[in-house]
Structures are given as C-alpha cells and as structure tokens.
C-alpha cells in the first residue's frame, strides 16, 4: 500500500512546485480553453474526463479518480477502463478517499480502493491517495459554509490538496470546469462559496464554464 499524501506535494506528485496548473473539472461548456489547459506545466483532471481529446484540451499529467461507489464499480467491471485514452495519457492518479478499514466497509461496500490499486498497478505510474487528516482538512472549511456534515466532491478534495502543497509565492492556479453541480449529497453551495475565497485570496482562478457564464452575465 502506497503511504497517504497530505498535502500534494508538489515533489511526491511530480508537480514544478510553482509551475503552473490547471485543474480541469468535468463541467460541460468549458469554453475555448484547450489551448491554455495545454499550455500549463501540470494538467489535472477527473474519473472520466468529458472534452479530453477536444475542446478541453489534449494534454493530462494527473488523472484524479473517486475510489468509492458506484462510479468506481463501473471502472472495475470495464475490461477495457485501462484503455481509456485519459487513462493510458495520464502519467499519475490520485485517488481522493483514504481506505475504509474492512470492518467498516460492510455489509455493502463503498470502498474500493484496494481494487483500483490493483486494477491501476499494470500501468507502473505513481498512485497518490489522499489522506484522512486531508478529509478532516475539508470537513473544517466546509462545515461552516454549509448545514450538517459536508461530503466534499472528489474535485474539492483534490483542488484543496493541490493549492495546501503548493507555495504561497506561486502564481494562481487555474481551474475550468468547475460548475458546483452533480450528486445531491455534495455540498455545492459551500464549495463555490470556498473557490470564491480561494479566488479572492489570489491561490486559484476559476474560468466558469459557459453555462455559468450566462447565468451571471
């Protein structure tokens, strides 16, 4: 088993320490962005990477995949997932969610990192799993953004990881695809709200997609 990493760092994800970085998240509608996606030093993306190849560019170094539920249990059952173009481009995964302990992965299981580990291996690329304190991490700067116990998405998690391992002293990085919609069970509202402070703050760039663009305009 690979140890946990908290923070990304950018010396144990193969990330320039303050190169620049454009996270990708899944979105549609990114816009005419390909260009500048390509153009960044790390390219970050996510599970199934929709506009990877076209409009949302052709280059990926990391690949950030949800290693519970049932989008995970589709990856597993797909003979052909390590064929994926995202997959065979990407020169490292992050898997989000630390492994559940077996006693608590029953009676029906939610966890399958043990599994994607094994079904990634063949691919010899560094898989960086994100850690439980990185978890109680994002639980602090959701929860008072938000009502109850806040279930960060896998794109929360990973940006949050990626800008704690990265100086203060690097440009910003920046981020597409990013429309804070999906599951039910993600706190939306909080995490846009924490992307604005991040924005405000000069660690991050949000580029909205089209969508969201025409919503505000």
């Known amino acids: 088993m690979l140890p946990d990493v908290d923070p990304l760092s950018a010396g144990r994800a193969g ?19 390909g260009p500048a996606i390509d153009a ?8 199934n990477a929709p506009g990877f190849g076209a409009a949302a560019g052709h280059r990926i170094t990391h690949l950030a ?34 492994r559940l302990p077996a006693e608590h992965n029953v009676p029906e299981p939610i966890c399958w990192t043990r599994e994607l580990l094994a079904l990634l291996q063949p691919l010899g690329r560094p898989v960086l799993l994100l850690s439980e304190t990185l978890q109680q991490q994002a639980h602090t700067q959701l929860t008072p953004r938000t009502a109850g116990c806040p279930n ?23 981020a597409f695809g ?23 703050a000069g660690r991050i760039r949000v580029h909205p ?7 505000t305009s």
């Open 15 to 33: 990330l320039p320490a303050d190169g620049s970085l454009a996270i990708v998240g899944n979105a549609p509608g990114t816009g005419a962005w």
């Open 152 to 174: 960060p998405s896998t794109g929360f998690l990973v940006t949050l990881a990626l800008l704690l391992g990265r100086p203060a002293s690097a440009r910003p990085a920046q």
């Open 65 to 98: 995949l949800v290693n519970r539920g049932g989008q995970t249990r589709e990856w597993l059952a797909d003979r052909n997932f390590l064929e994926r173009p995202v997959v065979r481009a990407a020169q490292a995964f992050i898997l989000p969610f630390p």
């Open 209 to 215: 997609p089209l969508s969201d663009r025409a919503i």
């Open 178 to 200: 990013f429309g804070f919609d999906g599951w039910p069970g993600h706190p939306w509202a909080a995490e846009r709200a924490w992307f604005a402070d991040a924005e405000a």
């Open 40 to 47: 960044a030093d790390s390219v970050v993306r996510f599970n």
